[in-house]
């Protein structure tokens, strides 16, 4: 076989794979367009919101973050400067899942409303300025990656990064480095969900719509090709 096919089939492999497994998350996030927000879908992979205000005619006309996470692990926000500059109302949407054999289950979630007052109190004491420090430091080139990460990784264990409820996390490597951010699983339910449960459910819902059984992607096996971010 022509060396160009091998290396056309390997590539189509390796993004099928890549694409099978980003489906589960992708599947929860369909079905919360599909269902609450008239099938939207994202217009432009830069665009603020993946799903805009206008587009949420039905639960209050404000901006909404869908997303899918195993049960127990933080919830990623994205960039933490765009998520820092935030000032307005939206829905946090989250559906937990857990492995079960092939597949994966949905066992826990969340559908928050957050005002602009909640998300500062989630990022205090971190101000603009610390966030824009850290920001150069993560992508500060004249330093090697080793050194970079260890910069990093002192400065956030300290004042004020240590002292917010939602965290830095910092990718820095050879091919990026950014500043991206989440929140934990625990801190999630104690600030925005306080009188849930955060223990599985068997029927987990979204607005009182229990959340279906979606096809799963396969369990991540070491070696495997990853979808880009």
């Given at each position: ?56 005619t ?95 990784l ?13 965290q ?27 009188e ?5 459910v ?6 009182g ?21």
């Open positions: 076989m022509p060396a160009k096919i091998i290396i056309c089939v390997l590539l189509l492999a390796s993004t099928a794979c890549a694409s099978e497994v980003q489906r589960h998350g992708l599947s929860f996030e369909q079905w919360v367009a599909d269902t609450f927000f008239d099938g939207y879908r994202v217009e432009q992979t830069t665009q603020k919101w993946d799903i805009p205000a206008a587009a949420n039905r639960h209050g006309g404000i901006p909404v973050n869908p997303k899918a996470t195993q049960y127990g692990e933080p919830v990623l926000l994205g960039d933490a400067l765009r998520q820092f500059d935030i000032d307005e109302p939206f829905w946090l949407i989250v559906g937990f899942w857990r492995q079960k054999g092939g597949d994966k289950e949905f066992v826990q979630s969340v559908a928050a409303r957050i005002n602009p007052a909640q998300w500062r109190e989630l990022w205090a004491p971190i101000t603009r300025s610390d966030l824009e420090e850290m920001d150069r430091l993560v992508k500060d080139t004249a330093k090697s990656v080793e050194d970079v990460r260890r910069a990093v002192r400065r956030k264990k300290q004042p004020p990064f240590s002292q917010a409820v939602i830095l996390n910092p990718k820095i490597d050879t091919r990026q480095r950014r500043l991206q951010c989440s929140i934990s699983y625990v801190r999630l339910f104690q600030k925005l969900a306080p849930r449960s955060r223990k599985p068997e029927h987990p819902e979204i607005f719509r229990p959340i279906p059984d979606i096809p799963a992607s396969p369990r991540r096996t070491l070696g495997a090709p990853s979808a880009p971010n």
